[in-house]
């Protein structure tokens, strides 16, 4: 699996955003898919993920109830829709790809897109 992302940019806090991570490869609909991000002199962490059948998403306390993870099997695309922006939401993010969920949560993932720029400002 090979993943895209796109959808960053720079926006005023209290704005919003959406990300994109486009996959390619046949077996997409079996990958659970999340988000993570890495600010500058931070380890990444995790944001959102979400199961290959779409029944459960988790997110991390910093983003719960401002970002909404969703993903269309059919386009092999996971969104990440991120409302209410703040200056601390600046960072790089990352789509991930794994076949076990658990493996996802704790960012052992088999697979890494190549990251989305996302600056708020105050």
């Known amino acids: 699996v090979q993943l895209q992302a796109s959808g960053g940019g720079l926006v005023q806090a209290g704005g919003s955003l959406r990300l994109s991570c486009a996959a390619s490869?046949?077996?997409?609909?079996?990958?659970?898919m999340g988000w993570f991000r890495q600010a500058p002199g931070k380890e990444r962490e995790f944001v959102a993920a979400?199961?290959?059948?779409?029944?459960?998403?988790d997110y991390s306390d910093s983003v719960n109830g401002r970002f909404t993870i969703s993903r269309i099997n059919a386009k092999k695309t996971v969104y990440l829709q991120m409302n209410n922006l703040k200056p601390e939401d600046t960072a790089v993010y990352y789509c991930a790809a794994d076949s076990s969920y658990g493996d996802l949560l704790g960012g052992r993932n088999d697979y890494w897109g190549q990251g989305t720029q996302v600056t708020v400002s105050s």
């Open positions: 979400i199961a290959w059948t779409r029944s459960t998403t």
């Open positions: 490869g046949r077996t997409f609909g079996t990958y659970h």
